[in-house]
């Protein structure tokens, strides 16, 4: 079975700028989950989405973080405007409902 | 609340066992899962336990959780230099299958 996927796989940009990152999950899963990892640190939660619905969002800084799942399959997670803080790696994971998470291999973003 | 901590360093020498220790706050967790990262790479399932299981042996690994105080452990027997990455303890907790992630333990591994 095909993995997570995840693009791009790196990306560099200006703060201010505004940045797109974009995930296909395994065939069938209903779940979707975007991660946030700072180097030296766990990842962390920012959206949870089953289906096409948010079911967690509550640590997304919703003033310059959105995502979306149309269509309840793939899922895109944007940054307008990035702050230099925000460069950190951001990993799409899957499940099915309750079940065990498939982490895709991220993108890197570096934020000058 | 949700919180888990976890030691930030291990170093071993190849052929011994390592230890990595986590403590969580949650006691609504439902399982407990040990991931590994390697440089540059996503992050790997190792093993999980369930919450009401004290023990699981997978090969190498070993999993030890004292619900009662709410810790897990993670023994690698025989560590190799493969083995050096950063390890993550998670819990799930909810409803809706949320991970917590601990900072993660560097393991390095020496001849």
């Known amino acids: 079975e095909a993995g997570v996927a995840q693009s791009p796989r790196y990306k560099i940009i200006e703060k201010r700028q505004s940045v797109a990152f974009w995930c296909n999950p395994i065939s069938g899963h209903a779940t979707l989950y975007w991660y946030q990892q700072i180097l030296g640190q766990g990842p962390k939660l920012l959206i949870q989405?089953?289906?096409?619905?948010?079911?967690?969002d509550s640590q997304l800084p919703k003033d310059r973080f959105s995502a979306e799942r149309l269509k309840g399959v793939d899922s895109t997670l944007k940054i307008q405007p990035a702050k230099l803080e925000d460069s950190a790696v951001y990993l799409c994971a899957s499940s099915l409902v309750g079940g065990g998470y498939t982490f895709g291999s991220g993108t890197r973003l570096t934020v000058v | 609340g949700e919180d888990v901590e976890q030691s930030l360093f291990l170093s071993v020498r190849e052929g011994d066992s390592s230890v990595i220790n986590c403590t969580y706050t949650?006691?609504?967790?439902?399982?407990l899962y040990w991931y590994k990262q390697e440089p540059g790479a996503g992050l790997q399932l190792l093993t999980y336990?369930?919450?009401?299981?004290d023990m699981k042996q997978d090969q190498r690994l070993t999993v030890l959780l004292n619900k009662k105080d709410k810790h897990l452990s993670l023994r690698i027997a025989d560590t190799q230099t493969g083995d050096s990455a950063i390890y993550f303890c998670a819990e799930r907790i909810g409803g809706y299958n949320k991970l917590i992630f601990g900072a993660g333990t560097r393991l390095a591994v020496h001849p």
């Open positions: 949650d006691s609504s967790s439902t399982y």
């Open positions: 989405f089953q289906n096409n619905g948010v079911v967690d």
């Open positions: 336990i369930f919450s009401n299981m």
